[in-house]
């Protein structure tokens, strides 16, 4: 059981702020964040004052508003925080998914994807991923297979970002795998052995991004786009096989302002109507999670069965494990200084107080064959101390010992074949690989 870990991160002031002279309403001081309603007049004891500020903790709070403050927050740091964990994650055999969530401008993309020379948390993780790989490989016989996808959801139609054509990359099918679960049908995998395999795909998707949005009316602050990273490491672990694999999201949410079905702003009204089904989605199925997660609180109330609307986004669909499922969450929360997005604002710190209360299920993602191996060996010590006693009390040539014996050879043989199906497996990959 893990909570989601949420960070809330405050960008500096744009141009337009500057512009208009907007005041800067957050505060940070270590997790807390506080935000004030410049609207409220100051000094009156009572209700208006509490209301005038309203303060929020969260297990990180960023600020990132001004670079020559001594407490400012770098995208080093983020990475530091949150990418380690990620990629700890990772090397254990977890999924994982980081959301950055925030209205349009806010420092989604810079936070996930930054800028050329100020690379965000997506680029650092995929270097720190080939950074521990190169150090396992070095030391021991771990084996890695690494590989990449990035697509974007546009109006409930899933596109694939890293196919080279792109006709035919809209409207990708979702299906559900009986044992997987959800996947985008015909989503290109692109495995990749070093850092700038990563980046040259990396870039090649972000162009389609943004090529598509000069067409389109703004397509990326409507979409959300999701990298992801298929993580398989095998190794002999005191000579036991282990594989596990792990699946990492790096999800670019939709401009939260999308978000609200009923504040019909003008940019709203001008897309009749055409509210962003995902990214509302999302919101109930938050909502439904951190119910669920208080009525786990609240012991002596009777449990409700709360319904969690997975699937009636593809967002949430695709994501049903990264949400109140088996994964690792972080929320990056990224929010304007600026007074005049106190709305806003408001709303995006309300909206990541919620999902703190989300509870997941992380578990270690092991290939079924190597489970299997290690069950039968559990089986095989334990015959061997049950023959081990039997002969003790001289049963050896009862019908019983007979038969566990047999057992016993059965099963040493089936780890014997096992054993080496895998090898040879991972030894196919490798020379793949080289
Ligand atoms: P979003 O993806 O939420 O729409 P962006 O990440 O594109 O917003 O940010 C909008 C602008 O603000 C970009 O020019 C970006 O470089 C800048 N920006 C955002 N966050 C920060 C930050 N923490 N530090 C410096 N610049 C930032
Ligand atoms: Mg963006």
Redesign the pocket.
Known sequence: MASVRVAV????M?RREKDLTAKCIIKMEATKTSITNLKLPEGIAGDTTRDRTKTFTYDYS?D??D?KNSTF?S?EKVFKDLGTDVLKAAFEGYNACVF?Y??????????????PG?A?LIPRICEGLFSRISDATRWDEASFRTEVSYLEIYNERVRDLLRRKSTQTYNLRVREHPKDGPYVEDLSKHLVQNYSDVEELMEAGNINRTTASTGMNDV??RSHAIFTINFTQAKFDAEMPSETVSKIHLV?LA?SERADATGATGVRLKEGGNINKSLVTLGNVISALADMAQDGVNTNLKKKSVFVPYRDSVLTWLLKDSLGGNAKTIMIA?VSPADVNYGETLSTLRYANRAKNIINKPTINEDCNVRLIRELRAEIARLKALLIQGNQIALLDSPTALSMEEKLHQNEARVRELTKEWTNKWNETQNILK
């Open positions: 991160r405050v960008r500096p744009n960023y990132s508003s670079c927050v995208q950055a925030g209205q349009t401008g806010s420092g989604k993309s810079y936070t996930m994807m930054g800028n100020d965000g990326s602050s670019d401009g990224t």
